[in-house]
């Protein structure tokens, strides 16, 4: 039984602060925010979890396995070296848009993100040690069949990529209103969505269907795990099985407990 913990991560007061006391150059925005990314991805990813940029002020992180104090110290490093702070609110459902919700209501209810007051917040109820179990997470990692042959090797990069922004959007939106769970593009041709439990069945539909409204083909692999870096280790491994035996979708066959 799916039981999955996220975290969203909120720069304090960022609007403002982007143009206090004037304008900001963008690229050193950019900059700042991709910086600011890296630094979570690897704090978290250091601890077994993931973490999504969705719009760059505001991140999504898979934390099974992290506690309050952990997240303590991540925002506290951040704080240390940043000219920005970041509130954290960590909920766990084992419906991901539910665990994300309650995360969100949380924090909105500390306060506005452009709130100058609100600085820092932690907020949240872990996953409790005892009460984990070996498939608390299901990753699913979707690819774009031949990306490289039919549109890479074919088309200009900017063609390229609304191409495959068009397929992200629609799994994006499917898998989020169908099945309750979050998708996100992380690079090249590649979505990862945290999911419930879902059945190869409902990964097979997913795929037709975004193959009908967007004529992007899509295969994945699903893994499930106690964290989000097993899970999804063992999501891109039944992806390669995917390639192999040119299916839509492979699962791995067990779920991984980690150490």
């Given at each position: 039984?799916?039981?999955t913990q996220?975290?969203?991560?909120?720069?304090?007061?960022?609007?403002?602060?982007?143009?206090t006391?004037?304008?900001?150059r963008?690229?050193?925005?950019q900059?700042?925010q991709s910086r600011?990314?890296?630094?979570?991805s690897?704090?978290i990813?250091?601890?077994?979890?993931?973490?999504?940029?969705?719009?760059?002020?505001?991140m999504?992180?898979v934390?099974?396995?992290l506690d309050?104090?952990?997240?303590?110290?991540?925002?506290?490093?951040?704080?240390?070296?940043?000219p920005?702070?970041?509130?954290?609110?960590?909920?766990?459902?084992?419906s991901?848009?539910?665990?994300?919700?309650s995360?969100?209501?949380?924090?909105?209810a500390?306060?506005?993100?452009?709130?100058?007051?609100?600085?820092?917040?932690?907020?949240?109820?872990?996953?409790?040690?005892?009460?984990?179990?070996?498939?608390d997470?299901?990753?699913?990692?979707?690819?774009?069949?031949?990306?490289?042959?039919?549109y890479?090797d074919?088309?200009?990069?900017f063609?390229?990529?609304?191409?495959?922004?068009?397929?992200?959007?629609?799994?994006?939106k499917?898998?989020?209103q169908?099945?309750?769970?979050?998708?996100?593009?992380?690079g090249?041709?590649?979505?990862i969505?945290?999911?419930?439990?879902?059945?190869?069945d409902?990964?097979?539909?997913?795929?037709?269907?975004?193959?009908?409204?967007?004529?992007?083909?899509?295969?994945?692999?699903?893994?499930?795990a106690?964290?989000a870096?097993?899970a999804?280790?063992?999501?891109?491994?039944?992806?390669?099985?995917?390639r192999?035996?040119?299916?839509?979708?492979?699962s791995?066959?067990?779920?991984?407990?980690?150490?």
């Open positions: 039984m799916a039981n996220l975290t969203l991560i909120q720069i304090d007061n960022y609007g403002p602060w982007t143009v006391p004037e304008p900001r963008e690229v050193d925005l900059t700042m600011l990314y890296a630094d979570l690897q704090h990813g250091n601890r077994d979890g993931y973490v999504f940029f969705t719009r760059f002020d505001n999504i992180a934390t099974n396995g309050m104090k952990e997240h303590d110290r991540i925002q506290e490093s951040i704080g240390n070296r940043y920005v702070s970041v509130s954290l609110s960590v909920a766990a459902s084992p991901p848009i539910e665990a994300l919700e995360a969100t209501e949380r924090l909105q500390a306060g506005s993100a452009q709130d100058k007051g609100r600085r820092e917040i932690l907020r949240g109820d872990p996953v409790a040690p005892d009460t984990r179990s070996e498939d997470v299901q990753i699913a990692h979707f690819d774009v069949i031949d990306a490289t042959g039919k890479t074919q088309l200009n990069a063609d390229t990529f609304i191409t495959i922004e068009q397929g992200y959007a629609e799994v994006m499917h898998m989020r169908a099945h309750d769970s979050l998708s996100f593009f992380v090249g041709d590649n979505v969505a945290v999911c419930p439990n879902l059945s190869d409902e990964y097979e539909d997913a795929t037709r269907h975004v193959s009908d409204a967007v004529d992007v083909d899509l295969q994945v692999g699903v893994g499930r106690d964290n870096h097993e999804g280790m063992a999501a891109k491994h039944a992806l390669e099985q995917c192999y035996n040119g299916t839509r979708v492979e791995s066959p067990e779920p991984i407990h980690g150490d």
